[in-house]
């Protein structure tokens, strides 16, 4: 069966950087950081105190008929942002000439909005601390009088994509995945697929996501993931660098326009790239780990290139997950060095977690939008607080200083937790 070839036509996003990939990838190669003190909530007495947050967004800024979307998460809130962005890029938020029963959505996005005083308080008052219990019926009568119908319902994560589909019109197969920090990545790749053997003609993907509150701050504090460094939140995310203590938690999201490619010709849209190969693997190893001797990055690594039909070599740049956890960077430098040899020691790395955090579910999907740019621009962003070589890790990863870079090929990896691995190999367009 004679396969589509699938471009990206639009692009669009909401980071801790700027709110467009433009405003992004321009901080980026200025090495700016996103990182400070946590303003959503009182952190002061959390292990971690600071994140990657958005700064001063306000959908209706972004969004007609914002107050619509008052009762839904943030996540939905970045994502029709982010979402009109890259459909507004690709000419599709009005065209009557595409047919919506063949644009679908497919979204890598997390859980919505968490009423958290509310849980507490509902905690609080049925609390039985002589018995060490909680009175179910007293919690559930005060859950019940104090939550709301409407919030409780977007906390679901089929939430995004259906409210997207509403406001856009797209009546093509609507799917979203949750697949940890791989999720945005591995969504592009099934859309693309989608598109390939034709159950579509356009997908809008990406993901978006936050867990910056207080149940994913001590989450991911008790599992001892995130940095402490208090002291310095924008020196804190510090991917390869021997003294990494942990990732940044991000939020945000990023959308692409996905189209098979004689349809985008024939309609005359802008082609930013092309997404010619796909890998993904699990580990079947561990919750919290990948194996250490990186056996799933490199199956998937290996996978996206065979996918590609690209040699090894063709490869010019590669957008690392590059989490600063030492599992992570260490088992992804190896993933690399295996895979492609030698070589892999002239080829540029990058790791955008430098300098928005880890946007978890979206943190993929912004991978992807970097090294459209990078291949487009022919600048490749620095990781930056980058100090100290670890041995462990000792590829190029462009220390501190954007480069100018040539490159027709990219490699772009989201590995998530317990060993979820994404390898997407992006191309520029070249007819």
């Known amino acids: 069966m004679h396969q589509r070839r699938v471009v990206i036509t639009g692009m669009g996003c909401i980071s801790p950087l700027g709110h467009s990939v433009e405003s992004l990838f321009r901080a980026a190669c200025e090495g700016r950081s996103g990182v400070g003190p946590i303003r959503q909530f009182d952190a002061r007495t959390f292990p971690t105190t600071f994140a990657a947050e958005v ?20 996540n939905t809130r970045f994502a029709l942002a982010a979402a009109r962005q890259a459909l507004a890029d690709a000419n599709l938020i009005d065209n009557s000439k595409v047919d919506r029963d063949r644009f679908g959505i497919y979204l890598g996005s997390g859980e919505g909005i968490h009423d958290f005083p509310n849980l507490i308080a509902a905690i609080a008052a ?45 009546r093509g197969p609507n799917y979203n995945c949750l697949t940890a920090c791989a999720a945005s990545s591995q ?15 356009l997908m809008l993907s990406g993901g978006s996501h936050s867990m910056i509150h207080p149940m994913g701050v001590t989450g991911f504090n008790l599992l001892t993931a995130l940095s402490q460094n208090n002291a310095n939140p924008a ?19 990023g959308m692409i326009v996905l189209e ?9 849209a802008t082609i930013y790239g092309e997404v010619s190969g796909y890998g993904t693997t699990g580990d079947a190893f561990r919750v919290t780990d990948s194996h250490e001797d990186g056996r799933g990055a ?20 590669v957008n690392a997950h ?7 960077d260490r088992t992804e430098s190896l993933a690399i060095k ?13 790791a955008t977690k430098s300098l928005v955090g880890h946007l978890i579910a979206a943190a993929g999907v912004t991978g992807v939008l970097m090294s459209i740019m990078t291949m487009l621009r022919g600048v490749a962003h620095p990781t930056i607080n980058y100090e100290t070589p670890d041995p462990e890790c000792d590829l190029d990863y462009v220390p501190n200083k954007a480069r100018e870079i040539h490159a027709d090929h990219a490699l772009t990896n989201a590995f998530g937790f317990g060993g979820q691995n994404i390898s997407l190999i992006l191309s520029k367009y070249k007819g």
């Open 55 to 74: 700064k001063q967004f306000d959908l209706s800024q972004h969004f007609p008929g914002a107050d619509r979307y008052a009762d839904c998460g943030v």
């Open 126 to 170: 049925s609390h039985r601390p002589d018995q060490r219990t909680l009175d179910a019926t007293t919690f559930f009568r005060q859950s019940a009088g104090s939550f709301h119908v409407r919030r409780e319902r977007e906390l679901e994560m089929h939430t995004p994509p259906a409210h997207l589909a509403r406001e856009f019109d797209l």
């Open 187 to 201: 969504a592009i790749g099934e859309a693309t697929a989608m598109i390939r053997y034709g159950d579509a003609d």
């Open 235 to 253: 020196g804190a995310s510090r991917p390869f660098d021997l003294n990494r203590d942990g990732f940044v938690l991000g939020e945000g999201s």
């Open 260 to 268: 098979e490619l004689e349809h985008a010709r024939q309609r005359g």
């Open 298 to 317: 490199i199956s998937c690594i290996r996978m996206a290139l065979a996918d590609s039909g690209l040699p090894n070599d063709a490869v010019g740049y």
């Open 322 to 328: 590059g989490t600063s956890t030492q599992v992570n």
């Open 338 to 350: 295996t895979v492609f040899g030698e070589r892999a020691y002239k080829i540029p790395v990058s």
